[in-house]
């Protein structure tokens, strides 16, 4: 038996290559939308390209890539197909969607402009194809040039996976290819009770992902449960966003989605047209009737969402279904996939060091209170506990935690460190649901804040307030309808008043003990409360290594706009130092944690909003990299999350760049550019610079991991740091959780209806990747030292996915709104 962890990818093949008819856009739709494009400016967000392009995929297996308008004037390329197709259909889906964008442009001046284009395209008799062999990989096994493989190997796979379904213990499931992965059949999988069935779907989905130092092409799988409404679905639950339905017609799945406009319930009307333009004979069912009492139609399946309340079949999947799913996908694709030859090289965790948790400080409070002074510069800190009507047994509970975590339950405490003040407060008025007349998400936004700023006073010390707000049932039915809840704008409005909040469920009575312990050491993380810590050193580094972590915080929406992309630059400082924050966009110089929580929070206000300085992400990367350069007498190590929003920011982190970069050695640069276009202008790093640099990537461009099975059949859990190819991951310790164990438990298969009901989670590899270290170093050293900081977090026993610097920058992201 393997002992081993392997990842669930393979290589592909070399010198792949696939024939394909290629279909060419009409020459009159191409180029007469030039200038149609140019018209239409912000109202592009309306164009139906990327709709039809998902209604095709569904309505025909054998495409395998369908092309955006848009992108037409560099690339004509329309549909790329495995076999020939009817393209009159398609033109006629195409054209009548055009009829439904008119409608949705706002301004007049590119509505005019898109409609007299729309009017006048001419009728296409003919499409051009053109039959070729195009390559997909090269003759070493890397992506060829044309990056077409990324496109068009997933939905090969799709299709040749449909025509060859799984078969377990004489039972065919079938999978079938939707618009973006595959779903074995809804009617296949259900968890049977007395008196109903729960029908449930594995989605399988292909990426083609690279690795940052050769780009090895690596195609991964990924699955998950996608679950099936077996009674009606609560509009009180329903968020903004829309809801999927799929539509069973023989043997494929077409997509279509389910709009809430207040309690107004229609059919999404892109997908709608696209649907009744193809199938004529399978009219759709009354939508109201359908999300009423979705078992009653029995091709039509909708989707579960999680806020539509518990359902019987439990999330994931387990170590026994993805070995079942990939024997039976390397069997079935040896003509394109090909194994790892060695699985995972195990690394020893070098200099590792052991933090003192906040659990083992209960016993003597002034180390807690000493920490929290250095944490946030300040002698006395305020706790607020605001609560609605009568919750004298809850708070009795909070006054427990208060006592054991901080030594105070209520009123002062002042010890040799710091002075702490705790306090309880009835605000019935400003803790209340949201006032839905107002019909601008605006004007409830702001009437909130504005109760805040006139019930309460400005504070002039660090306060820290708990906020105890109904949340749910114990069914899991939520108290507020989605425009009531006032979460956001309390929080705004605290922060405009100098205080800091965490909320609590004050309805939910399951695990209150616990969920209490949470909300109180989180909000002791806003603090930027950071546990104790060995510093003992191995070699070059421990855990005063001076460390810090670049986060790039996406668009933002608020009730005021979408904010800009921001930098944001977390350090710790040394010895017991507390975190300082950096936001150019937003403020000069450093602020403690607390006070960048604080300036996050009010970003949701008018004010807040307006001092976003915005377009300077790249100037602002830049100019901390030159400082950290510059540093001689310390180590230095920077983290970065390398996901796609950062690498749109700084293209330099791509693993094509990566890859090809000049390098002293294997993982030491000679310099650093900034802009594309501009890598002419570019940091030199000298010899003696003390920086290092480690990228962080934990999202779906991450594999997943097989365990190694035991003799026993069951499967073997393995943590630690490995490597493949001069690429590490990390996988953290075993949580003792049990979803976990479920998902280990040899017995568990969701694909053989065993314990379906029970839920299954594996902890995630982490991918680290030295961009930049020291030539003499010794890169497991600095990857150690990375590992270890996932384990900082004082309020959770586990592990988180990012390390502990990149984890509160990410934080910080979430407080906007």
């Not at 030039?34 to 239409?40: E, G, T």
């Not at 009219?283 to 999300?291: R, T």
């Amino acid at each position: 038996m393997s002992e081993e962890i392997t990842l669930q990818a393979y290589k592909l093949q070399a010198d792949l290559t696939m024939p394909v008819y290629y279909y060419e856009y009409p020459k009159q739709w191409t180029e007469s939308f030039k200038v149609v494009s140019m018209a239409l400016k912000s109202d592009k967000k309306y164009l139906p390209f990327k709709k039809i392009a998902q209604f095709l995929y569904t309505w025909n297996p054998n495409i395998m890539y369908v092309n955006d308008l848009s992108n037409s004037y560099r690339d004509t390329t329309w549909i790329i197909s495995s076999k020939p197709i009817d393209t009159s259909l398609i033109i006629t889906i195409f054209q009548n969607c055009l009829e439904i964008t008119v409608s949705k442009i706002k301004s007049s001046f590119a509505k005019e402009h898109f409609e007299e284009w729309a009017n006048n395209l001419e009728d296409v008799s003919e499409v051009e194809v053109d039959k070729k062999e195009i390559p997909l990989t090269t003759k070493e096994g890397y992506i060829h040039e044309n990056g077409l493989a990324f496109e068009i190997l997933p939905r090969y796979i799709y299709s040749q996976l449909n025509n060859n379904p799984l078969i377990l213990n004489g039972e065919v499931i079938r999978f079938i290819p939707t618009e973006k992965g595959m779903l074995s059949y809804p009617n296949s999988l259900c968890y049977q009770t007395k008196t109903k069935r729960v029908y449930y779907s594995i989605r399988l989905t292909v990426t083609i992902q690279t690795t940052p130092h050769h780009r090895v092409p690596m195609l991964q799988f990924k699955f998950n449960i996608t679950r099936w409404m077996d009674y009606k679905v609560p509009l009180k639950n329903w968020n903004s966003a829309n809801t999927t339905v799929y539509a069973a017609i023989g043997n494929r799945l077409a997509r279509l989605e389910i709009m809430k406009n207040k309690n107004e319930i229609q059919w999404e009307p892109l997908l709608k047209t696209m649907y009744e333009t193809t199938y004529i004979n399978k009219p759709l069912p009354d939508v109201e009737e359908l999300i009423k009492e979705p078992k009653k139609f029995a091709d039509f399946f909708v989707a579960h969402r999680l806020e539509f309340g518990k359902i019987a079949v439990g999330s994931g999947e387990s170590m026994r279904d993805r070995y079942l799913l990939n024997d039976w996908i390397s069997n079935e694709l040896t003509n394109i996939i090909e194994k790892y030859p060695i699985p995972l090289r195990e690394k020893s965790i070098i200099g590792q060091n052991k933090r003192a948790s906040i659990i083992q400080n209960y016993q003597n409070v002034d180390t807690i209170h000493e920490v929290l002074r250095n944490s946030t510069g300040v002698n006395s800190i305020h706790f607020k506990i605001y609560y609605m009507g009568a919750q004298q047994e809850l708070l009795e509970k909070i006054k427990r935690q208060f006592k054991e975590r901080l030594g105070v339950s209520e009123g002062e405490l002042q010890s040799k460190h710091l002075r702490i003040t705790v306090t309880y407060e009835q605000q019935n008025e400003l803790l209340t649901k949201l006032d839905v007349t107002k019909k601008m998400e605006k004007q409830r936004h702001e009437e909130r804040i504005y109760q805040i700023q006139n019930k309460l006073p400005t504070v002039t010390e660090l306060t820290a307030c708990l906020i105890l707000l109904p949340y749910t049932d114990d069914k899991g039915v939520p108290y507020y309808k989605n425009l009531e809840d006032p979460k956001k704008a309390i929080r705004a409005g605290m922060a405009t008043t100098g205080r800091l909040t965490q909320f609590l469920d004050s309805t939910n009575p399951l695990e209150i003990e616990q969920r209490i312990e949470i909300a109180l050491l989180d909000l002791i993380r806003q603090l930027g409360y950071v546990d104790p810590f060995e510093t003992k050193k191995y070699k070059n580094i421990n855990y005063n290594t001076m460390v810090s972590a670049m986060h790039i915080i996406n668009f933002k929406r608020t009730p005021y706009g979408n904010t800009k992309p921001t930098m944001v630059y977390l350090i710790r400082k040394p010895n017991q130092g507390p975190i300082m924050v950096e936001c150019p966009a937003l403020w000069n110089g450093q602020k403690y944690y607390w006070e960048a929580c604080l300036a996050f929070q009010e970003v949701a206000t008018i004010d807040g909003y307006l001092k976003f300085n915005p377009d300077r992400v790249i100037g602002d990367i830049k100019n901390k990299l030159y400082e950290l350069s510059y540093i001689k007498n310390q180590p230095h190590l920077l983290l970065l999350i390398g996901d796609g929003v950062t690498r749109k920011q700084w293209p330099f982190l791509t693993d094509k760049t990566l890859s090809t970069i000049k390098k002293k050695e294997k993982y030491t640069l000679e310099s650093i550019w900034f802009e594309k276009g501009k890598e002419n202008e570019k940091l030199i790093l000298q010899p003696d610079n003390q920086l290092r640099i480690i990228r962080v990537r934990v999202n779906n461009e991450v594999p997943h991991y097989l365990n190694p099975v035991k003799e026993s059949g069951d499967y073997k859990s393995k943590t630690g740091l490995f490597s493949l190819e001069h690429v590490y991951y990390s996988l953290a310790e075993r949580p003792n959780d049990i979803a976990y164990k479920n998902a280990l438990y040899k017995s568990n298969s969701k694909l053989l209806a065993e314990n379906v009901r029970r839920e299954f989670k594996f902890s995630n590899l982490v991918e680290l990747y030295p961009i930049h270290l020291n030539e003499e170093d010794n890169p497991d050293e600095w990857v150690s030292l990375t590992h270890n900081y996932r384990n900082f977090a004082h309020q959770y026993k586990g592990s988180y996915k990012l390390p502990f610097l990149l984890h509160l920058a990410s934080r910080l992201e979430e407080y906007i709104y």
